[in-house]
C-alpha cells in the first residue's frame, strides 16, 4: 500500500530521487546560514537594552497576533 507522498509524487511525475536531492540541498544551504545568523543574533540580543528588546519582542507579537486573526477572520 502506497504511502500519501509516494501516491502524490506519483501523479505529479516526480521522482524520488529528484525529491531526495531537493531536501538535501535545503539542509546544505539553510543549516550553515542558520547557524551563522543565530550566532550574530545573539550577539546583537546581547548589546540591545532588555527593556527596549522586550517591547520590541512585544510588539512583533502583537502584530503577528492581529495579523493571524485578521486572516482568521478574512476581514481583509
Known amino acids: 500500500m502506497k504511502s500519501v507522498t509516494t501516491a502524490l509524487l506519483h501523479i505529479a511525475g516526480v521522482s524520488g530521487v529528484v525529491l531526495l536531492l ?3 540541498l535545503g539542509f546544505f544551504v539553510f543549516v550553515p ?3 551563522v545568523m543565530a550566532r550574530l543574533g545573539a550577539k546583537a540580543v546581547y ?3 532588555k527593556k527596549l528588546l522586550s517591547k ?3 510588539t512583533f507579537l502583537l502584530i503577528v497576533s492581529i495579523r493571524s486573526f485578521v486572516e482568521y ?3 481583509i
Open 47 to 49: 548589546k540591545i537594552d
Open 56 to 58: 520590541i519582542f512585544g
Open 22 to 24: 531537493i531536501n538535501l
Open 33 to 35: 546560514v542558520t547557524m
Open 73 to 75: 477572520l478574512n476581514i
